[in-house]
């Protein structure tokens, strides 16, 4: 049972480059999202989808893009590396919103952008 | 708007002893209250989950508690060993906003063998 499955774990990009880090689930999770882990600064939620098609906003989308075609899988495109970029992703999963849901996360992706 | 806090931020104990883990949170509308280990370099795993209707829940030697109505929770881990050493998260999804976990900033733990 994988769970949730992030590529690659680690990435170094210059400023400037575009980049798409990969998350997939196979616990048929609707809900999926994605977070950056900051010293300091906690996890603070990047974007999230509740299902194929349908994607929004967290507390720091700005130079992130995402979108959703399968259940399974949630990639997270950064379309312009900057040094603000540099932290620690990680992907979650979890059946549904709601009261009872628990969440399960990827091992995640250390990205240093120089 | 939810806040989590996490005390104390570290925490050093030696190996056998029974430990308390805290959490608060400001807004009791929530679903859930999820406990996190967090091994350096490594990524969350899911300890406990406890719903909003629920007091406590317990898993092995860790136990966890929920005061909804006071916005505080405990992780108590009994007999604590060097593999507990690891950071402790907790978090919260609320009522008003579901689709996103609150955490804390985490505990720090160090168990001394």
């Known amino acids: 049972n994988a769970g949730v499955t992030q590529t690659p774990k680690f990435q170094v990009l210059k400023t400037g480059q575009s980049m798409t880090l990969q998350c997939a689930q196979d616990m048929n999770h609707e809900y999926m999202s994605w977070y950056r882990q900051d010293p300091g600064m906690g996890l603070r939620l990047i974007h999230y989808s509740v299902g194929a098609g349908i994607t929004d906003q967290g507390e720091v989308p700005n130079g992130y893009n995402v979108s959703r075609s399968t259940t399974e899988d949630f990639p997270l495109r950064l379309l312009s590396a900057a040094p603000s970029q540099t932290s620690v992703y990680f992907c979650a999963s979890s059946y549904s919103p709601g009261v009872g849901t628990e969440a399960f996360f990827g091992q995640g992706t250390r990205l240093t952008v120089v | 708007k939810q806040e989590v806090t996490q005390i104390p931020a570290a925490l050093s104990v030696p190996e056998g002893e029974n430990l308390v883990l805290n959490c608060s949170f400001t807004d009791s509308a929530i679903y859930n209250l999820q406990w996190f280990r967090q091994d350096p370099g490594k990524g969350l795993t899911s300890l406990l989950l406890?719903?909003?209707?629920?007091r406590e829940q317990t898993s092995g030697r860790l136990n966890a508690s929920l005061d909804k109505s006071s916005g505080r929770s405990t992780l108590y881990i009994a007999a604590s060993q060097p593999g507990d050493s690891a950071t402790y998260l907790c978090?919260?999804?609320?009522?008003?906003?579901?689709?996103?976990?609150?955490f804390g900033s985490g505990t720090r733990l160090l168990v001394r063998p």
């Open positions: 978090a919260v999804s609320g009522v008003d906003s579901s689709y996103k976990l609150i």
């Open positions: 406890i719903q909003s209707s629920q």
